[in-house]
């Protein structure tokens, strides 16, 4: 089942998923979504099952909860759960059984008695009012920045979260400096009537609630299917040749893109077969200029001051010619790297007729029309001969 802004509820039309991968309907489009490998592994007979459960909320937002009632859920169910704050919280189960135990011990998180509890499957009461908080959320994020604006903080709010039982709301924002919001907490107090909880993020978990398109024309990869940052510096695209443009460079949340990393480790295979430092190389006819480095056809590209044709050289040779630089020997002059044979295309039908022309029907004379001469009509023209 998919929510109706995704294209995962059965239609045939894929219209994108809105939410960000946050819609919550377990319809295989959200990006903390889990594989359970190990549910359809029947167990002993005599095991006692795992009895905690891991529960996804709003954002990237994942906790564990120990089920006391051994209550059977399976994953996509809305559940109630104790709130770490007091009331109850609801969300959807995302694992259950063996595989939580192997999450709890990859993320170090000790099985301890003192978790949170699963307390009861959502019933309708709950998801209406569920649903209504959701809807609530929106206007309370534009209530909440025009009291921003009245106040004159210098901090920007991205995203608001209301707990369950409408006892809390979470305030997510971004700001440059520290920010003195005990006023805006009053603030929001009054006009809310729940108790308030301002919470810093950084511009990358802005983007990744916020989602929007990037400069490759996708969604963002932090709101689809990136669930963790890793740092990116200026130098991945000074290993990839690219511009060292900033513009080019960042992407929606000012940062550098995550992207640049992707690729950064075949880029370091690929130069280690190339010199590192090389500017330009010594030969008879004068010094080579190095302008240009292909890094996976493994040529370099040279130029003399006094011309104006690159000429393409393997690594190979460069490599030789650098070590005979330093043995004091100058090669005559640079070889052209003899350009590839062009592979003449066979095509698998004969054209016969002409008829996958794309012009046929043109008018080759460019609608000129024939001029009549003068004397010429039908009717003055001498009888055919026999």
Not at 48 to 76: H, L, W
Not at 192 to 204: L, S
Request: contains cysteine.
């Amino acid at each position: 089942m998919g929510c109706s802004t995704c294209s995962s509820g059965g239609c045939s039309t894929p219209a994108g998923c809105k939410n960000n991968g946050s819609c919550l309907t377990d319809g295989g489009c959200s990006k903390l979504d889990v594989y359970d490998w190990l549910a359809d592994m029947a167990l002993p007979s005599e095991f006692e099952p795992f009895n905690i459960v891991e529960v996804r909320f709003k954002g990237a937002r994942k906790d564990f909860y120990r089920n006391t009632n051994n209550t059977y859920v399976e994953a996509g169910e809305l559940v109630v759960v104790e709130s770490a704050t007091g009331g109850y919280d609801v969300g959807h189960v995302t694992l259950t059984g063996e595989l939580v135990r192997l999450q709890m011990k990859r993320k170090n998180i000790p099985a301890s008695p003192d978790l949170k509890r699963l307390l009861r499957k959502a019933s309708e009461t709950d998801v209406k009012k569920w649903e209504q908080l959701k809807s609530q959320e929106y206007d309370t994020l534009h209530r909440a920045r025009k009291i921003i604006d009245h106040l004159g903080l210098s901090m920007k709010l991205s995203d608001v979260d209301y707990q369950g039982d409408r006892t809390k709301a979470t305030f997510y924002y971004t700001a440059d400096e520290r920010v003195d919001f005990r006023e805006l907490i009053r603030k929001l107090a009054e006009a809310f009537r729940v108790r308030i909880e301002m919470r810093q993020i950084g511009m990358r978990q802005e983007a990744s609630r916020l989602g929007g398109i990037g400069s490759c024309g996708r969604e963002l990869c932090c709101s689809t299917w990136l669930t963790n940052f890793k740092s990116v510096s200026t130098a991945a695209a000074r290993y990839q040749n690219l511009s060292l443009n900033t513009l080019k460079l960042a992407g929606q949340c000012g940062k550098l893109k995550c992207c640049l990393n992707y690729e950064l480790d075949t880029y370091m295979d690929a130069l280690n077969e190339f010199p590192d430092h090389v500017t330009s190389i010594e030969t008879q006819r004068g010094p080579a200029i190095l302008q240009k480095t292909d890094i996976f056809k493994k040529l370099m590209w040279f130029s003399y001051s006094s011309a104006e044709n690159w000429i393409p050289v393997e690594v190979s040779k460069v490599n030789e010619i650098l070590e005979r630089n330093r043995r004091g020997e100058r090669p005559a002059d640079l070889q052209e790297v003899p350009s590839e044979p062009t592979v003449k295309k066979i095509p698998g039908y004969e054209n016969v007729v002409g008829q996958d022309s794309l012009t046929r029907l043109d008018d080759k004379d460019g609608n000129r029309r024939k001029k009549k001469r003068p004397g010429k009509n039908r009717r003055n023209r001498p009888p055919r001969k026999a």
